[in-house]
């Protein structure tokens, strides 16, 4: 918004070079539906990303080589074969990203819309009306529930998993002359518009007039970040192999709803969610110190609510629908010959898990555990209504600042989130790339 608005770099350059003044031109509003649809779309575009490209990291090179065998050239091998073959991991992506979308309440604030998430706010901490708000979680909840049953009964009784039992890599092709710069351009336009342009904005006003604070506070920020990320990440990723491999072992419409309702907690308000674990969890805190204090004499206080404990559940529930998605995607596409295969070695269900769909799934695993990482070092309403004393994390610290409308101090905060956050990306971008189905650890 700085760069786009009227008084904004961009728009002053114009001015200047062509000598017009305010009237003489036209510039696309940046505060509207249609800049809010823009930003989402640069920002939630990486959730379909990743699990697409691990989608088609696990396809196996066999599978294009019966369609060329029957005529078909690489546009058509792409559209009617590995586009179908990706459908469960493009699908869980955009169910991401509209889940993301319904459920975003800083942006369309700041841009001044009304959606379903500002009026479920306004209408708990404006009015007070907390029945009327999970009202509307709750209808926002079906809305979401009733797209995805959807896409499910649209896939019929189509089945994505590879039928051969032997993976080569996908050929890399090497483009030549005008088809490489188009390529380089339409992949790197997301990327700089979506993040180079706003570091750079946002390290501008760091070096200029950055957080006072920056030394020893500002790091033990940074370690509650990482910390509550990587606890949450590993969490969700087990929880979604478990709930996703038992729906396979024991295949049922009910097993299907509950997990599938298990992991609907992404479509509501991170505040929604952490007010709601507050009720139970407060009335266990205090059955926990009733307990103690009788039978022993020991003042533990908030085992739970005044811990961290809550807030890790808060993001189990939140983000699981992440995880599980990428998941659930990869391990339709395991043909179930392979676990036949594998009892009849004497292999139990956890051995199969672990000794063949794991590194089958290690790219999608990975691609989960990235999504659920930087979801959480971004996470704002749960982490301010749930976290303990005196514990802050980055997001909460740019918060307070922006709070307090110190927008140059509070971009420290928020350059570290993006700093903090595209490590362990890159990393696990590269662990991803060495992760394929035909590395020799699968083979075996």
């Known amino acids: 918004t700085d760069f786009l608005q009227f008084a904004g770099p961009l728009q002053s350059l114009l001015r200047d070079l062509f000598g017009w003044s305010a009237g003489d031109y036209w510039f696309p509003p940046v505060r509207s539906l249609g800049g809010a649809i823009a930003l989402l779309s640069l920002v939630l575009y990486p959730y379909v990303y990743l699990l697409t490209r691990a989608a088609f990291l696990e396809q196996s090179v066999c599978v294009l080589d019966v369609g060329r065998t029957l005529g078909r050239g690489p546009w058509r091998l792409f559209s009617t074969i ?10 869980g992506g955009a169910a991401l990203a509209l889940m993301e979308t319904l459920n975003e309440f800083g942006a369309v604030q700041f841009f001044a819309l009304d959606t379903f998430t500002t009026g479920i706010y306004r209408t708990w901490f404006g009015l007070g009306e907390r029945t009327a708000a999970a009202q509307l979680a709750g209808v926002l909840l079906l809305f979401v ?5 959807i896409e499910r009964i649209s896939r019929g009784k189509a089945q994505y998993f590879h039928t ?7 050929p890399q092709y090497e483009l030549r002359g005008a088809r490489r710069w188009l390529a380089v351009a339409g992949c790197g336009l997301p990327v700089v518009l979506g993040f180079v342009l706003p570091a750079l904005l946002l390290l501008e006003m760091s070096l200029t007039n950055g957080d006072g604070r920056l030394g020893w506070a500002f790091l033990s920020y940074i370690f509650n970040s990482v910390s509550l990320a990587t606890a949450a990440a590993l969490g969700a990723v087990g929880l979604a192999v478990l709930l996703s491999y038992g729906v396979r072992l024991a295949p049922s419409p009910l097993t299907e709803a ?23 969890l407060g009335w266990m805190d205090q059955q926990l110190y009733t307990l103690f204090r009788g039978e022993f004499g020991w003042d533990v206080g908030l085992l739970l609510t005044g811990s961290g404990v809550a807030l890790v559940y808060a993001y189990l529930v939140r983000f699981l629908a992440v995880s599980y998605n990428a998941v659930q995607a990869s391990l339709t596409k395991v043909t179930p010959t392979m676990d036949a295969a594998s009892r009849t070695l004497g292999k139990t269900a956890g051995g199969t898990l672990r000794r063949v769909h794991a590194p089958i799934m290690r790219g999608s695993l990975l691609g989960a555990g990235i999504l659920v990482f930087v979801d959480v070092m971004k996470e704002l309403p ?7 004393f005196d514990f802050t994390t980055l997001a909460v610290r740019s918060y307070e600042l922006a709070s307090d409308e110190r927008l140059s101090q509070s971009s420290t905060a928020s350059l570290a989130i993006v700093l ?12 991803m790339r060495h992760s394929r189905p035909g590395s020799a650890d699968s083979d075996h």
């Open 258 to 280: 509950a997990v599938r309702v298990s992991a609907m907690g992404y479509a509501v308000p991170g505040a929604v969610i952490a007010v709601g674990i507050l009720i139970p």
């Open 82 to 91: 590995a586009i179908p073959l990706a459908r469960p991991a493009i699908a």
């Open 145 to 149: 529930l009733a797209l995805l049953l």
């Open 164 to 170: 051969s039992s032997r993976y080569r890599e996908l």
């Open 420 to 431: 903090v956050g595209i490590v362990p990306v890159i990393l696990l971008s590269r662990a």
């Open 382 to 388: 749960a982490t301010i209504i749930l976290r303990p």
